[in-house]
């Protein structure tokens, strides 16, 4: 028998019947209560009176919504849902002692008489109030986008120019500016339209505040006034000498070339922008000399050409100190021009001293031998004359400064060939006579020749 039981799924099937049947009896008969809990959003009201008290308020943990629990019959509950209650904090209410309010929850739709009883969580909440200040801000336009080829933006005009904005002191202090963010990319005509006020950081990130924050003016007015742009380069004039003994040597610029806008037929008519050489001078330096000049003082049309960017240009003079080389160089390297042939010509010196006068740099290898020296003798006649040299092959920025002093001695072909440079002794009386005092003797005689000669002419 006790097999048949346990093994008789018919009567287990009875059985569960028969347990359901006597429950839903009970639950007719009694129809007893339940608790049951449902969560509704938490409205705020009165929020003015903090905020006309120069408050901004913030409930704790951003809560949006409350857990309400009500009791009422089994049978009622169906008919029972979250749009049956409101749940709201009156900050009318508000204890700044304690900093909290009460959580009221109000049962609608005439349920009261299925709702036994209602409670909510939490029942106070906690507001944390801040407060409000007020700030002016000059607007600030940042374009978005680079200009099409050839053109700059000029200026952009923003209506207002000015805002106010409201916010609790912690945000406030978040804010370094606000502005307007316009999209430039690819324009070359004049634009306009309108801007949301947008706010940045002190590292003039953009950020969103939300509610946090609030502008007097919602949408901001701007015109975009676009030139034409060119590049310019810079001429740069240097006046004055240096020191004596000091060489200018050239110039750096920070920039060359400056990026100059304005109106089509002016900037079209301008390549060149000229530094003047009043402006830099390098008169009696022996070092260098740095200037700053701002570009904008020098465009021909100031009125109607600008620098978009930085015109601010500094310029440094390079100044440096030259040497001085001594070179020891033969006499017989100097080139006679315009010699004659009936003529013989010798130097009273075997070699003479040549200063030349440079930067190391150029002086660095030079040697006597890179020297051509040259001598005019095509007025000369018969005589001893003092050396005049002009000199040929020099590297660049070398030149000579002094040589010397010599003599070139003149004497016939017919008196030449027996002139020596070296001493000759008469044979009279022994004396030694120097080829310089024979070329001297003998133009002396030549010269008392032609004066006999045109008295005795000018006698006949």
Not at 12 to 20: G, Q
Not at 145 to 158: C, M, P, R, T
Not at 193 to 217: C, H, I, Q, R, W
Not at 287 to 293: C, E, G, K, L, P
Request: proline letters at 4%.
């Amino acid at each position: 028998m006790k097999i048949k039981i346990t093994h008789n799924l018919g009567l287990k099937i009875i059985s569960v019947i028969v347990a359901f049947l006597i429950w839903l009896i009970v639950v007719n008969v009694s129809n007893p209560s339940m608790d049951e809990t449902i969560s509704i959003p938490l409205e705020v009201r009165n929020g003015d009176v903090l905020t006309n008290a120069g408050l901004a308020y913030e409930i704790e943990g951003n809560r949006t919504s409350v857990t309400v629990t009500c009791t009422a019959r089994i049978q009622d509950q169906s008919n029972i849902s979250r749009a049956d209650f409101q749940a709201y904090i009156d900050l009318a209410d508000y204890y700044p002692a304690t900093g909290t309010v009460p959580v009221y929850v109000e049962v609608l739709n005439n349920k009261e008489s299925l709702i036994q009883s209602v409670s909510v969580r939490p029942s106070v909440l906690r507001v944390h109030t801040e407060e409000i200040q007020t700030k002016d801000f000059d607007l600030i336009a940042n374009t978005v986008g680079g200009e099409a080829a050839g053109y700059n933006v000029d200026s952009i005009e923003l209506t207002p120019s000015m805002v106010t904005v409201k916010a609790p002191e912690s945000v406030m202090g978040r804010i370094s500016s606000v502005g307007v963010e316009i999209n430039t990319e690819g324009i070359s005509s004049d634009i306009s339209g309108t801007a949301a006020p947008v706010f940045y950081d002190a590292n003039g990130n953009s950020m969103n505040l939300g509610e946090e924050a609030k502008v007097d003016v919602e949408e901001i007015d701007y015109y975009v006034h676009v030139v034409e742009s060119k590049t310019m380069t810079l001429d740069f004039q240097v006046g004055g000498q240096p020191a004596e003994g000091y060489r200018y040597t050239g110039l750096e610029a920070s920039a060359e070339a400056v990026n100059v806008t304005g109106p089509h037929d002016i900037v079209a008519a301008v390549d060149t922008i000229t530094i003047p050489a009043d402006v830099l001078s390098v008169e009696g330096a022996t070092s260098d000399r740095t200037y700053t000049v701002d570009v904008e003082d020098y465009l021909p049309d100031p009125e109607n050409m600008s620098i978009p960017w930085d015109s601010q240009v500094t310029i440094t003079l390079r100044v440096q100190r030259l040497e001085r080389r001594t070179l020891e160089i033969s006499t017989n390297r100097i080139i006679q021009e315009g010699g004659q042939d009936n003529y013989h010509y010798t130097f009273d010196q075997a070699s003479i001293d040549v200063t030349v006068e440079g930067l190391p740099e150029e002086l660095e290898g030079l040697e006597a031998s890179d020297l051509i020296m040259e001598m005019d003798v095509s007025q000369m006649g018969i005589g001893s004359y003092a050396g005049e040299l002009t000199f040929d092959g020099l590297p660049d920025g070398v030149q000579v400064v002094d040589y010397s002093d010599f003599h070139v001695l003149i004497s016939s072909r017919e008196i030449g060939p027996g002139v020596s440079s070296a001493p000759a002794t008469s044979e009279a009386g022994g004396e030694t006579t120097s080829a310089a005092e024979t070329v001297e003797a003998a133009a002396q005689e030549s010269s008392i020749e032609q004066t006999e000669s045109g008295s005795e002419t000018a006698a006949q």
